[in-house]
């Protein structure tokens, strides 16, 4: 099982690679020339993980992306929407 999140916006791919090299718990993966999918497996559900998602969603968020919830379906939007986000997943 993993925790999912669409990411869609006005995304430049080789940029966001350069700016998030070491990302070890988190997987990042293209969807189309729009949109981005990010997977934590809950095998890597850890402190590492939590920085990560946490730093990742921040720079979706300054870019004026739109990041989605896959469980929820609705969009993280806010920081109160990324602690929630974040509660789901770490407890």
């Known amino acids: ?32 020339a729009t949109s981005l999918g990010i997977a ?8 590492d993980a939590r920085i990560e998602i946490t730093n ?6 300054s870019i004026e992306a739109t990041v989605y919830d896959l469980f929820t379906g609705q969009p993280i939007k806010t920081a109160e929407d990324l602690d929630a986000l974040l509660e789901r997943i770490f407890g």
Request: no cysteine; glycine share 2%; net charge negative.
């Open 1 to 32: 099982m993993s925790y999912n999140l669409l990411v869609e916006g006005d995304l430049d791919l080789f940029a966001l690679s350069r700016s998030t090299p070491d990302l070890r718990a988190i997987e990042m993966f293209p969807i189309d």
């Open 56 to 61: 990742v969603v921040r720079e979706m968020l």
């Open 40 to 47: 934590l497996p809950s095998s890597r559900v850890n402190d």
